[in-house]
């Protein structure tokens, strides 16, 4: 079955990096759109970054410039490097999979498995 396992969150220091990981087991990951969304405590989960099996990318603009993500296939792993992390950072990081290639990166809707979460948290 399809399995999503994130890893990598932590306390840091605003200004800090984390490197989270997505370990993708029971699906060929090379065939698909990756995703990342993040919720904060009373808050909507939201957007963060997509990365397209081409190795294409799109960010939501407030981590634009600070975070990046990467995969590897041949691995079955997904990344998302974030630096100068901020306080507002702080979240449950998801990793998820996107169901076609046509739907909106941006929607929860697009994305069919999600990984448990990892927890991001940023003091000031």
């Known amino acids: 079955q399809v399995q999503l396992v994130e890893s990598g969150g932590g306390l840091v220091q605003a200004g800090g990096s984390l490197r989270l990981s997505c370990a993708a087991s029971?699906?060929?990951?090379?065939?698909?759109?990756m995703g990342w969304f993040r919720q904060a405590p009373g808050k909507e989960r939201e957007f963060v970054a997509s990365?397209?099996?081409?190795?294409?990318?799109e960010f939501e603009d407030s981590v634009k410039g600070r975070f990046t993500a990467s995969r590897d296939d041949a691995k079955n792993m997904v990344y998302l490097q974030m630096n100068s992390l901020k306080p507002e950072d702080t979240a449950v990081y998801y990793c998820?999979?996107?169901?076609?290639?046509?739907?909106?990166?941006?929607?929860?809707?697009?994305?069919?498995?999600w990984g448990q979460g990892t927890q991001v948290s940023v003091s000031s």
């Open positions: 029971g699906f060929t990951l090379s065939g698909y759109d």
């Open positions: 998820t999979r996107r169901k076609g290639p046509f739907l909106s990166v941006a929607s929860i809707d697009s994305y069919d498995y």
């Open positions: 990365i397209y099996w081409g190795n294409r990318t």
